[in-house]
């Protein structure tokens, strides 16, 4: 199918800011998530603007939001149904990984759980066309595909098994459609539900990912988000009534990967979210008929969560940037034109803060790499931190980071690279630190300090590094196998060691991160090495340790053996635990919290280092 590009029909876009910091950004709240009503009249959307990620709804260009009573966990997602009757939220209870599935009136009346009860786990796909049947996926040692009915609760299991996630069933629940598959190596699998029969999408080539898919309109076409068939994802479609045929590719772009494709109701068009190179997101609306595919202005330089009304009359989605807190936006799809939901806080933005700056550099082994460099006020060099993002299959994004503001706010600089491993960069890339290529994500840290102190940003003793989840691990990681490198270290609900990792994660995280760190059986000695706590004689600067209580994802032993091992040795340390939280921390304060604690470790242990360095 040939695609055609028109330009976008507004150029609003949320002004830059400064490169030079006035003061440190106020943590504000954030508004996200967002969920339109069938008609678009109004959106559902989550907040935590009370504290916690709750769920507020307004009419569209009409009055103030109003909470609406979801209880006292946070919730992680919200979808309304076509009928309009019903609102689900995915709840997390004590901000754990194991997740809930509630549902209630858009008035607030009638909320009672109908999916992850006792040790499972569930995740929400979607609605049913045209009623209030949820389809579910619910997860523990095993999955199952289901659909719920949201009054009732009566529940219909469509299949089971291992590493499975519902995406879609056809309009008749005849056919469903699964995702599965370790990390990095997903595909989609149809489910005959009558007989139970199952068939690959489309045959394995060895290569690449399919991680989202939907049906087409009629049920006789699947489509699909993949790499499996280009070193950028791109959009393709495969024919069910002749399975003999090769994809067509419905979008595709040389110079960006296709991040997200959100359909509407209908099927006839969809919202694609493009994310270019360095992370900053662009927006087209494609015309799956006419292959007409149309630029729309970005509201911010990180677009996400985008979703369509039932009707396709309103695009919503979120729209953040470096000093612009998280904010959802309305998208008329016919002009392309973008507005604020909440037209009173546009342009929405701290006032404050500094624009990063995009750099490129080389790995030790001649690998590219780059990040983004936020630089205090005045001459350099300056004490620097690297941050390092989770994942690994996560990206550095020029996003709202109230962290990384307060850092620069106190003379420190931030780099924060996308070292092997990062999405966004193609499928290679993403899959370069798989196993042994662990040990090159380690040495590209090195390889960003090396950088730094050539580019004159970083003075020599004066560097830090921190980061969260596989960050956390990365910072460990580095501090024991570049001694003397680093100054001070901050690791927040990393992987000390991959054997008590395995052992206490949730099952399922366990099976999905094979592909990814190695088998903790066949791969034994490879994980022993790659485990920081295996080392951790060589650690002996001081590290900040912070986990959530609650954390079943990288379970909170991680950070408390290396506090026990560094405190055995005399190494100086800290160590926090946010009661209430998991992997995520979600309310304001303990993310507040945490903030403080990493700014003033990093800040008083840099800034002790250059009266030595001088």
């Known amino acids: 199918m040939s695609v055609r590009i028109e330009p976008p029909r507004t150029a609003r876009r949320a002004r830059p800011a400064s490169h030079r910091p006035v003061s440190a950004p106020v943590p504000t709240s954030e508004d996200f998530a967002p969920a339109p009503s069938p008609d678009g009249r109004r959106v559902a959307f989550l907040s935590d603007r009370a504290g916690t990620p709750g769920v507020w709804v307004c009419e569209v260009d009409a009055g103030a939001p109003v909470a609406l009573p979801v209880g006292d966990e946070p919730v992680l997602a919200l979808s309304w149904s076509p009928d309009g009757q019903w609102l689900a939220c995915v709840v997390a209870p004590g901000g754990a990984p194991r997740t809930e599935l509630w549902v209630l009136r858009p008035d607030g009346t009638r909320r009672h759980q109908v999916a992850g009860f006792g040790r499972r786990s569930a995740a929400l796909a979607g609605w049913l066309p045209h009623g209030a049947?949820?389809?579910?996926?619910?997860?523990?040692?095993?999955?199952?595909?289901?659909?719920?009915?949201?009054?009732?609760?009566?529940?219909?299991?469509?299949?089971?098994?291992?590493?499975?996630?519902?995406?879609?069933?056809?309009?008749?629940?005849?056919?469903?459609?699964?995702?599965?598959?370790?990390?990095?190596?997903?595909?989609?699998?149809?489910?005959?539900?009558?007989?139970?029969?199952?068939?690959?999408?489309?045959?394995?080539?060895?290569?690449?990912?399919?991680?989202?898919?939907?049906?087409?309109?009629?049920?006789?076409?699947?489509?699909?988000?993949?790499?499996?068939?280009?070193?950028?994802?791109?959009?393709?479609?495969?024919?069910?009534?002749?399975?003999?045929?090769?994809?067509?590719?419905?979008?595709?772009?040389?110079?960006?990967?296709?991040?997200?494709?959100?359909?509407?109701?209908?099927?006839?068009?969809?919202?694609?979210?493009?994310?270019?190179?360095?992370?900053?997101?662009?927006?087209?609306?494609?015309?799956?008929?006419?292959?007409?595919?149309?630029?729309?202005?970005?509201?911010?330089?990180?677009?996400g969560d985008a979703v369509f009304a039932a009707d396709g009359g309103l695009l919503c989605l979120t729209a953040q940037g470096p000093v612009q807190p998280r904010e959802v936006w309305l998208v008329d799809p016919t002009t392309g034109a973008p507005r604020p939901l909440l037209p009173d806080t546009a342009p929405r933005t701290d006032g404050a803060g500094v624009a990063p700056q995009l750099l490129d550099l080389r790995a030790r082994d001649g690998l590219p790499l780059s990040g983004w460099l936020y630089r205090p006020a005045g001459p350099g060099p300056w004490p620097t931190a690297i941050s390092l993002h989770g994942g690994p299959e996560a990206q550095e994004r020029p996003g709202y980071n109230p962290l990384f503001q307060a850092l620069v706010a106190q003379g420190v600089a931030v780099f924060a690279p996308n070292v092997r491993g990062s999405s966004g960069f193609g499928r290679s890339f993403v899959a370069a630190d798989n196993l042994a290529g662990r040990y090159g994500a380690i040495a590209d840290v090195a390889a960003c300090a090396d950088f730094l102190v050539d580019a004159g940003v970083a003075r020599p003793g004066q560097l830090g590094c921190l980061g969260r989840s596989y960050g956390g691990y990365l910072v460990l990681a580095v501090l024991v196998n570049f001694p003397g490198l680093f100054a001070a270290g901050v690791a927040e609900c990393g992987i000390s060691d991959f054997r008590t990792f395995f052992a206490g994660t949730e099952p399922w995280i366990a099976a999905a991160a094979v592909s990814k760190y190695g088998d903790p059986r066949r791969d034994v000695d490879l994980l022993r090495d790659l485990s920081p706590l295996t080392h951790i004689d060589r650690l002996d600067v001081p590290v900040l340790l912070i986990h959530g209580a609650n954390d079943t994802n990288v379970p909170a032993g991680e950070s408390a053996q290396v506090a026990q091992a560094l405190a055995d040795r005399g190494v100086p340390h800290g160590h926090l635990v946010l009661a209430g939280e998991g992997h995520d921390f979600l309310a304001r304060a303990n993310a507040e919290a945490a903030r403080t604690a990493t700014t003033g470790w990093l800040t008083r242990h840099l800034t002790a280092t250059a009266t030595v360095v001088g």
């Open 133 to 303: 049947v949820l389809a579910v996926t619910e997860t523990d040692e095993h999955g199952q595909a289901l659909l719920v009915d949201a009054a009732t609760g009566h529940r219909r299991v469509l299949a089971q098994g291992d590493l499975l996630t519902l995406l879609d069933v056809t309009a008749d629940a005849g056919v469903a459609l699964l995702r599965r598959g370790p990390r990095n190596a997903r595909w989609l699998e149809l489910v005959d539900v009558a007989t139970g029969e199952r068939r690959r999408l489309f045959p394995d080539t060895g290569r690449g990912s399919t991680d989202q898919g939907w049906f087409g309109p009629d049920g006789t076409s699947v489509l699909a988000r993949t790499d499996a068939y280009s070193e950028l994802a791109a959009l393709v479609r495969v024919d069910l009534t002749r399975p003999e045929r090769a994809p067509t590719r419905l979008a595709g772009r040389p110079d960006a990967e296709l991040e997200h494709v959100t359909p509407s109701a209908d099927g006839q068009r969809g919202a694609l979210l493009w994310n270019t190179y360095g992370g900053r997101s662009e927006l087209s609306l494609l015309d799956f008929t006419s292959g007409v595919q149309r630029a729309v202005t970005a509201p911010g330089e990180v677009l």
